[in-house]
């Protein structure tokens, strides 16, 4: 499962990004709501003081990472059926340390906004539990940044700029997240045989999938990939979307389908369907859905057609 969270200063976007993602399909588990569920467990008011106090509460009994574990199993169960999930508002470097030990593929982006332009998005805002004074603000970000919320911003894998109009700042984060929030996982797998030149496999592979991580072991390349555009381009600059959705369509298997390629076409850059036991071994594609229906991968990657051009086509998965 592929967690990404966003972490920044109080109103730097954290909550924008969000609904970004959870627009386009993307599950998020906000981690403010833990401190606010606690709140309406004791019947407090939802203010800013108290659910700071109730947040430092927290972490000062059951350590610096304690709002982070509490949401770790909502992460495992609204990512299980769909492999990515979103966390809203990390807090300092003990939770991102949390979600690196609960998660092998944890990605941090940062999101950057200055003082000015964060209150006035309060005072535009108008929560119940949002600052009315800069000055609040400021020892809002004292007490965050007293979390350790400074190293997080630090170690960021991505940083955002969020210093412009809302909808560019939405248009970032859509980017990123269509980059992030890869809902198809291609595995490929083929055996290099004694007459064929290595060089010259691994260039068949990247020719129809470019960002394909190659490893080889002994006589075998194996490699995984995301990027389905380059593939899927060729199937119509071929024209030969028909047969591509009879090939996917007779490997399905669950959630998955595979496919067998040629790899002498695949070297000049063309797709080819082969048998399994074709001579001098196929390359074996496989394509992995996370949390998207078969029939929408399919009108995606092979459009049934009319006349020789798609209908019902989609133009993006996410």
Do not use: H
Not at 221 to 249: C, G, M, S, V
């Amino acid at each position: 499962m592929r967690v990404i969270a966003f972490v920044g200063l109080p109103l730097s976007g954290k909550t924008t990004a969000s609904k970004v993602a959870e627009e386009m399909g993307i599950p998020v588990v906000c981690m403010g709501d833990v401190v606010r569920e606690e709140a309406k467990r004791r019947n407090l008011p939802l203010t800013d003081e108290v659910l700071g106090k109730i947040a430092s509460e927290l972490r000062e009994r059951e350590g610096m990472d304690a709002i982070a574990k509490r949401c770790i199993p909502l992460i495992r169960e609204r990512g299980r059926d769909v492999g990515v999930v979103v966390v809203d508002g990390v807090r300092g470097i003990a939770e991102v340390e949390a979600f690196k030990r609960a998660f092998d593929d944890f990605i941090l982006i940062a999101i950057e906004s200055p003082l000015e332009l964060r209150f006035q998005r309060a005072i535009k805002r108008k929560r119940s539990d949002d600052v009315k004074t800069i000055e609040e603000l400021k020892e809002r970000d004292e007490r965050e940044l007293s979390w350790n919320l400074g190293k997080a911003l630090e170690i960021a894998d991505f940083t955002i700029e969020n210093t412009g109009s809302l909808e560019d700042f939405k248009d970032k984060i859509r980017g990123i997240l269509e980059q992030l929030a890869k809902k198809v996982e291609i595995e490929i797998e083929t055996k290099v045989n004694p007459t064929e030149d290595m060089d010259k496999v691994v260039q068949a592979v990247k020719n129809l999938f470019p960002d394909a991580d190659v490893t080889i072991e002994g006589e075998n390349l194996k490699a995984k990939a995301w990027d389905l555009r380059k593939f899927r381009d060729l199937l119509r600059r071929q024209r030969i979307l028909d047969t591509a959705r009879t090939e996917l369509l007779k490997g399905k298997s669950d959630n998955e389908t595979t496919v067998f390629l040629n790899k002498q076409t695949a070297y000049v850059g063309k797709v080819n369907f082969t048998d399994e036991n074709a001579i001098l071994s196929p390359i074996r594609v496989t394509f992995k859905l996370y949390g998207i229906p078969f029939g929408k991968f399919l009108d995606y990657v092979a459009p049934q057609t009319k006349a020789g051009k798609p209908i019902r086509e989609v133009d993006r998965l996410i």
